[in-house]
């Protein structure tokens, strides 16, 4: 089983297949029910939302992950970029039929080596409800670790949210 890591397309042939494979994934309701804004969005508003994040952006990367045995597209992840502060915030969503098959512990290296994180010391953090117990774990595997706890409520529940971290500020060369 292989996992590779693609660029989503900016534009060309596959721009509209990438932004169709990511809305898809961004509104499946098993996704959307641990994403921090759980509504469903349009495809116009998907459309103005990648316009003006990740077109025209050198800060933002989105990454499609793809088994090379079969071609087959199994979900998203974003990495956005703070160049100054030397951060990285990670998104991660890969489809339900996917999960808790070792995907994700794949994709986390690859994406390792998409940052730069060991060679560029940029400080790796992502958000997480702590009911996500699949994902904590997962990350906790890889090294990040929760540096703040945060509560919010989401469609009228209260959630956890953690903060995680791989590379804390102290931690850091600069």
Same mark, same amino acid.
């Given at each position: 089983?292989?996992?590779?890591?693609?660029?989503?397309?900016?534009?060309?042939?596959?721009?509209?297949?990438?932004?169709?494979?990511? *809305?898809?994934?961004?509104?499946?309701?098993? @996704?959307? /029910?641990?994403? $921090?804004?759980?509504?469903?969005? #349009?495809?116009?508003?998907?459309?103005?939302?990648?316009?003006?994040? *990740?077109?025209?952006?050198?800060?933002?990367? @989105?990454? /499609?992950?793809? $088994?090379?045995?079969?071609?087959? #597209?199994?979900?998203?992840?974003?990495?956005?970029?703070?160049?100054?502060?030397?951060?990285?915030?990670?998104?991660?969503?890969?489809?339900?039929?996917?999960?808790?098959?070792?995907?994700?512990?794949?994709?986390?290296?690859?994406?390792?080596?998409?940052?730069?994180?060991?060679?560029?010391?940029?400080?790796?953090?992502?958000?997480?409800?702590?009911?996500?117990?699949?994902?904590?774990?997962?990350?906790?595997?890889?090294?990040?670790?929760?540096?703040?706890?945060?509560?919010?409520?989401?469609?009228?529940?209260?959630?956890?949210?953690?903060?995680?971290?791989?590379?804390?500020?102290?931690?850091?060369?600069?």
């Amino acid at each position: 089983m292989g996992l590779v890591l693609v660029e989503a397309a900016k534009s060309g042939e596959n721009f509209k297949s990438d932004l169709d494979f990511i *809305y898809f994934v961004r509104n499946h309701p098993e @996704i959307r /029910k641990n994403l $921090i804004h759980p509504e469903e969005i #349009s495809y116009k508003d998907h459309i103005k939302w990648y316009c003006k994040k *990740y077109a025209n952006s050198t800060d933002i990367c @989105i990454y /499609k992950m793809i $088994i090379s045995d079969n071609n087959t #597209s199994i979900g998203y992840c974003d990495i956005k970029y703070d160049r100054y502060d030397r951060t990285a915030e990670l998104g991660f969503k890969i489809l339900p039929n996917f999960q808790r098959q070792g995907y994700g512990s794949l994709c986390i290296p690859l994406l390792f080596d998409k940052l730069g994180v060991y060679k560029n010391n940029y400080m790796i953090f992502l958000t997480v409800f702590e009911d996500n117990v699949e994902a904590v774990r997962l990350y906790r595997r890889f090294g990040f670790s929760t540096y703040y706890r945060d509560f919010m409520v989401v469609n009228g529940e209260a959630r956890t949210l953690l903060h995680m971290s791989l590379n804390s500020l102290s931690e850091r060369n600069t």
